[in-house]
T-cell receptor, first 110, second 117 residues
């Protein structure tokens, strides 16, 4: 079946640095990817929808300059958390349209 | 605005009890419906999904869900739960946005199920 691979699975970074998370569709082409954020003991909150070859669509309240999304090819979407702060520490998950989820990335900003 | 409601935030059951978790959505168009499970310390796994056809959907691990269009509901059921079913369950709805330009998958708040042996 369709598989989405997300990398890295966990990352620790210092405040002020940037972190890039990759989401790859391994055996299918994904024109659309969803990026979610999950805080402890809470549900998944949709952050943005990335569309291959065009600008991402951000949900209300999500800073597009802080969470940069690039979907340059049909198999790769990336989320870059810029100038990370401790409050950005969370679990980030990508998903293909109607399809599987990546394994998730646990980001800890110290 | 499109929303997904899971009315039971916490459910505690004894083993062998029957389970029903509610899920309602507020969207009148064509929808695809999902139930996901997240075991402690693990990532999301798909339990079952409904796209079209028979509204009673069978999933993995003995779970099933029924799509009732008139009630905008997609409740999850299991006749007899096990201790290993202890997890958090998320209902999700994928809807086509006729106005707005794009589709999205929206999650409910989740239901924490604890099963006592």
């Amino acid at each position: 079946g369709a598989v989405v691979s997300q990398h890295p699975s966990w990352v620790i970074c210092k405040s002020g640095t940037s972190v890039k998370i990759e989401c790859r569709s391994l055996d299918f082409q994904a024109t659309t990817m969803f990026w979610y954020r999950q805080f402890p003991k809470q549900s998944l909150m949709l952050m943005a929808t990335s569309n291959e070859g065009s600008k991402a669509t951000y949900e209300q309240g999500v800073e597009k300059d802080k969470f940069l999304i690039n979907h340059a090819s049909l198999t790769l979407s990336t989320l870059t958390v810029t100038s990370a702060h401790p409050e950005d520490s969370s679990f980030y998950i990508c998903s293909a349209l109607k399809g599987p989820f990546g394994q998730g990335t646990r980001l800890t900003v110290v | 605005a499109q929303s997904v409601s899971q009315h039971n935030h916490h459910v505690i059951l004894s083993e062998a009890a029957s389970l029903e978790l509610g899920c309602n959505y507020s969207y009148g168009g064509t929808v695809n419906l999902f139930w996901y499970v997240q075991y402690p310390g693990q990532h999301l796994q798909l339990l079952l999904k409904y796209f079209s056809g028979d509204p009673l959907v069978k999933g993995i691990k003995g779970f099933e869900a029924e799509f009732i269009k008139s009630k905008f509901s997609f409740n999850l059921r299991k006749p007899s739960v096990q201790w290993s079913d202890t997890a958090e369950y998320f209902c999700a709805v994928y809807a086509s946005m006729f106005s707005g330009g794009y589709n999205k998958l929206i999650f409910g708040a989740g239901t924490r199920l604890a099963v006592h042996p």
